[in-house]
């Protein structure tokens, strides 16, 4: 190397190529041909779409993405054309109406190219800053009945112990699955007398599948109440790496949700439940507490058919006493959005009309980003 020569940024190494780092952004981008069809998309468009490259990349991008303002679409027609939009509605047809800001530019020297970026702000606006104060405070009040609840409890598993010695040996599991379901909502009494002083379990490597299959054997147990018909189908990756979490907590989550998705689907001819977990990359929040930057790339979603929630209610849905179901009190889900944040995640909730599905998101953190928070306190 000469003296005046120019030291480049990896100097052991190489730099990052284009579609490296292109795959790397938490933004979506759609590569346009002339013609506004799909050239190619970087992970977060796939995520964005619900939809692979091969499905997308030919398409029309108009088949994919409806602009609710003609504005808009009309302006981006022309390739030469730089657009920037915020808060713009459009349509996607697998996930129904996003709020989104979007930007367009050009192709440096390849006419009629364009590059688009969408920030989907709907799922911005449902996670949000998620600080839950208002909804933590009117949550204390079953710390009241705490004591009352505990004694109960207790009886229950005194007397699983005791049906156990004089079942046969195949019924067995389900007194070991009530012992076990009664010291669960024993602990989450006990975490929730705590809320008043914003305590949060201890998070640890958890195996995503054990704790949702561990739910659904809960939901098909539970009482016999399992409407007829339903089907819980399961579409898991099982290449998953364990999440940083609370094990209780994380199946108390999936409990109420799976619960909350039977009931929505009963009266479907043919109600289904479907629980999937996969990585969604892009995703980085801002830890509860810490302020650190936090990714959250593997998802969860349970979804029904179910007529889902009605539209008046949607944007409430997590805040304490708002319900739609006639003996329901309204603080299921604001339990699950706390136990949820308490976990460092992030849970979010969307009604696709096209599909006719109602779809509940727990975004979660790697087991691996507790090393990385250590590291960067450290550092700090």
Do not use: Y
């Not at 996930?95 to 590059?115: F, K, S, Y």
């Not at 959250?296 to 997590?318: K, Y």
């Amino acid at each position: 190397m000469s003296p005046g020569e120019a030291v480049g940024p990896h100097e052991a190494g190489t730099v990052p190529d284009a579609g490296r780092l292109l795959a790397s952004l938490p933004l979506a981008v759609i590569v346009l041909e002339p013609g506004m069809r799909i050239a190619a998309v970087n992970p977060a468009a796939e995520q964005f779409f619900d939809q692979s490259q091969r499905r997308l990349v030919g398409c029309e991008l108009a088949s994919v993405f409806a602009v609710s303002d003609t504005g808009v679409f009309e302006r981006l027609s022309d390739p030469d054309t730089p657009i920037s939009a915020r808060e713009v509605i459009v349509g996607v047809p697998r996930l129904g109406a996003r709020r989104i800001d979007m930007n367009v530019a050009p192709v440096a020297d390849t006419p009629g190219w364009q590059v688009l970026t969408i920030h989907d702000n709907t799922a911005t606006e449902a996670l949000g800053d998620d600080s839950g104060s208002a909804g933590e405070s009117v949550l204390r009040g079953p710390e009241i009945m705490a004591h009352e609840i505990k004694n109960p409890l207790a009886g229950i598993r005194g007397a699983a112990q005791l049906l156990a010695r004089k079942v046969e040996e195949k019924d067995r599991a389900l007194t070991e699955l009530i012992k076990s379901e009664v010291d669960r909502i024993a602990d989450l009494i006990g975490r929730m007398q705590d809320l008043s002083r914003r305590t949060a379990p201890e998070v640890v490597p958890c195996n995503l599948h054990e704790a949702a299959r561990r739910a659904i054997d809960v939901a098909r147990a539970a009482d016999g109440e399992m409407p007829k018909g339903v089907r819980i189908v399961e579409e898991f990756d099982p290449s998953l790496p364990p999440v940083l979490g609370s094990p209780d907590a994380l199946v108390q989550v999936l409990i109420n949700l799976l619960a909350n998705a039977i009931e929505a689907c009963r009266e479907n001819p043919e109600p289904r439940v479907a629980i999937r977990t996969r990585f969604a990359s892009g995703l980085q929040l801002h830890a509860t507490g810490s302020g650190l930057p936090v990714r959250l790339p593997i998802e969860i979603r349970i979804s029904d058919n179910g007529p889902g929630v009605p539209r008046a209610l949607r944007e409430h849905i997590f805040e304490p006493f708002v319900t739609s179901k006639k003996s329901g009190q309204g603080l299921g889900l604001p339990l699950v959005r706390k136990l949820v944040r308490d976990m460092n995640g992030r849970i979010t909730h969307e009604r696709n009309e096209q599909a006719g599905l109602t779809h509940f998101r727990v975004h979660l953190p790697l087991a691996g980003e507790r090393r990385k928070w250590s590291l960067k306190r450290n550092r700090s």
